[in-house]
């Protein structure tokens, strides 16, 4: 009997895990991306022998790496992570410091450093961001996410007592006001909204979860970038006998009980472009976008691998985003790989990925980018300067950069980097659903459950690829 036909559109990190599990399940699989690369918004560029990634910078989750490529039958494609006991750096607008190291007792001395108050505060946030992973997080990243009573009943074997906590949480915000006394670690927390393209003052305090994923299970680098990662997908799903097609930009149209897609029949499809247009909810608020600059500097630095530089006014600067407008002043990432992989830089020189989040643009305003770009180029300039002492004489060459209309490119919505804004209680709850209005569509990637960030893009590719497979009436 000939194998079911199954199209996946998108090649990104979800696309092509999907493709790859269902290859592997034994359908017959092609995979359409409309550009001429893979690997979607995680991209890695290599400029007079620098090694840039630039898109994600930021590894956690390893186990969920390791798991997506074994159910690939692919350990062997995985690229090495490095785990980084300096997780980040924070440099405040007042020139104080904060160093998040993976180590809690490192990380609470250098809080207590800022606060007396705030060492015991650190320990009991992370206490409480753990609680807040077990209640909600682990029933939400399980399974995918089809009704509140599934959910629910997954929570439930954790205690509903903890989920109904949860659930009374308010902002990420108020979280951080109420363990911390002083500003700077109010700040550390509230950037984790960040994480999914949120704001703090808007975000479900579960959010706060993300702060557990990583000192529990590291925040790691991927040994010679993260196009490493996308280049074993890539191989694990041709091993497993996926049809790659690149430079097609397709659609689905449902004919018969199947469909057709690129004038070719399917039995089933997997979408991983961004599902809010095709589910009817353009109109929805949209996650921020981002700017990344990569610089050139002559020299190898001895800055640590991520470093953020936080603006004075978190606040303000949430609020102009909100308003569609670049923030007067920016909360800047800072990212020096080449001091954790020499892979990374030729001797003598180091590479910077500074990133910064921007409102989505409005149609119609792409060309303004030109100008946008070249004003963010001169802020970044004079606050790495004035904020990281090493950098003051240090000349800079800009070397590449990614605004938001790269990203809409790629299939981002207005340069949007993680589609639907997850604000609100019930945000996470809301996102585009996983399943189409067809029977036989399901959707993986960042816009839809569980959420953006590589691992999370994993396991929805993985989910994906379940459905798809139990709607086919296979194994699931
Ligand atoms: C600047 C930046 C920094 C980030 N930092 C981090 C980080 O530190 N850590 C982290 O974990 N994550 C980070 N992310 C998020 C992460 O990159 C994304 O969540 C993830 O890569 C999205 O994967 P995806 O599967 O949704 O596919 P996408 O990357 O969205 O790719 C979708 C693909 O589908 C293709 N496509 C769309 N429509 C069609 C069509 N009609 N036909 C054919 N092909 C189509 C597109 O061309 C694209 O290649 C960052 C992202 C950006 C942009």
Redo the contacts with the bound molecule.
């Keep these: 009997m000939k194998p079911q036909r199954v199209a996946v ?9 999907a493709a790859g599990v269902l290859a592997r399940t034994g359908f017959d699989v092609t995979l ?4 001429d ?6 991209g890695t560029v290599t400029v007079n022998g620098l090694v840039f990634d ?7 989750m390893p186990d969920t790496v390791r798991a997506t490529f074994a159910e690939l039958g692919a350990e062997d494609l995985m690229p090495r992570l490095e785990r980084l006991p300096l997780q980040t750096h924070y440099r405040y607008a007042d020139g104080r410091e904060f160093s998040c190291w993976e180590d809690l007792d490192r990380a609470a001395e250098s809080a207590a450093a800022l606060n007396a108050a705030d060492g015991k505060g650190l320990r009991a946030f992370f206490a409480d961001a753990e609680n807040v992973y077990r209640a909600a997080g682990q029933p939400y990243l399980e399974a995918p996410y089809e009704t509140m009573m599934g959910f629910m009943t997954r929570a439930a074997r954790n205690g509903l007592g903890t989920l109904f906590t949860g659930l009374k949480l308010s902002t990420l915000d108020a979280l951080g006001k109420r363990h911390f006394r002083g500003p700077h670690l109010r700040q550390f927390v509230n950037r984790f909204a960040t ?1 999914a393209g949120a704001s703090p003052y808007e975000a479900n305090a579960a959010f706060a979860m993300i702060a557990h994923i990583e000192r529990a299970f590291g925040v790691h680098h991927v040994i010679g970038g993260l196009q490493g990662l996308v280049r074993g997908l890539e191989a694990a799903a041709r091993r497993n006998g996926v049809g790659i097609e690149l430079g ?4 689905h149209e449902k004919r018969g009980s199947g469909f057709v897609v690129g004038e070719r029949e399917f039995d089933a499809v997997v979408v ?3 599902p809010l247009e095709l589910q009817h909810r353009s109109a929805d608020p949209l996650t921020m976008s ?1 700017y ?1 600059a990569m610089f050139e500097a002559p020299k190898r630095l001895s800055l640590p691998h991520h470093t953020i530089l936080f603006a004075a006014d978190y606040e303000k600067e949430f609020a102009e985003l909100a308003a569609g407008r670049l923030a007067e002043e920016l909360t800047v990432h800072l990212c020096h790989p080449a001091a954790t992989d020499a892979t990374m830089a030729p001797e003598g020189k180091s590479g910077l990925y500074v ?1 910064v989040n921007v409102p989505p643009f409005r149609l119609g305003e792409e060309a303004a980018w030109q100008g946008h770009a070249r004003t963010l180029e001169a802020q970044l300039r004079a606050r790495l300067s004035a904020m990281v002492p090493e950098l003051r004489d240090v000349p800079l060459s800009l070397v590449a950069e ?1 605004t938001p209309v790269d ?1 809409a ?4 919505p207005r340069g949007s ?2 589609g639907y804004l997850p604000h609100g209680k019930f945000g996470p709850f809301n996102r585009p659903a996983m399943r189409g209005t067809d029977p036989g569509v399901f959707f ?4 839809t459950h569980p959420g ?6 994993m396991l ?2 993985r989910f994906a690829a379940g459905l798809t497979t139990a709607h086919l009436g296979g194994r699931s």
């Design positions: 559109i998108g090649g990104g990190i979800g696309g092509l895990t359409f991306e409309a550009t690369s893979l690997g979607g918004k995680a630039t898109g994600p910078t930021v590894m956690t994480y097609v930009k397709v659609r991983n472009a961004d981002g990344v990133m990614r990203l490119n790629k299939g981002a980097i993680y993986a990637g960042g816009g953006g960030g590589v691992p999370l893009v929805s590719g």
